[in-house]
């Protein structure tokens, strides 16, 4: 499980980066994509963190 999340964190991380700095997106469609790729980092974070466990 934590390596999917990785690699979800990672592939959110790129995709944020790639809307707000390469893509031409405009308007509604930006807000969007910029919401998308944060629910998936934000969700992705959190489940990292819940499945962490103390040692």
Do not use: D, E, N, Q
């Not at 690699?7 to 509604?28: D, E, K, N, R």
């Not at 969700?43 to 499945?51: D, E, F, K, N, R």
């Amino acid at each position: 499980m934590k390596p999917v999340l990785w690699l979800l964190l990672l592939i959110s991380t790129v995709a944020a980066v790639y809307v707000s700095t390469f893509a031409h997106y405009t308007g509604t469609t930006r807000v969007l994509a910029g919401v998308g790729t944060g629910v998936a980092f934000a969700g992705s974070a959190l489940g990292l963190w819940l499945t962490s466990g103390k040692k």
